[in-house]
């Protein structure tokens, strides 16, 4: 696992927590929108930098 697969991975996850958080809040929509696709593009990326796929 490089640093850089970590990064994203833990900020993915932290945009995940703030989804959740702006969902109880009852925040717009849209904005609940791109933070989660804010959140699944990290994700996505910090998976696809492991290593395990070499």
Do not use: D
């Not at 640093?3 to 945009?15: C, K, M, N, R, W």
């Not at 927590?17 to 609940?32: A, N």
């Amino acid at each position: 696992m490089t640093g850089s697969s970590t990064l994203l991975i833990v900020v993915g996850l932290f945009l995940v927590g703030g989804i959740v958080s702006f969902v109880k809040q009852k925040m717009p929509t849209s904005l609940i929108v791109l933070l989660s696709i804010g959140a699944g593009l990290c994700l996505v990326a910090g998976v696809m930098r492991l290593e395990v796929w070499n």
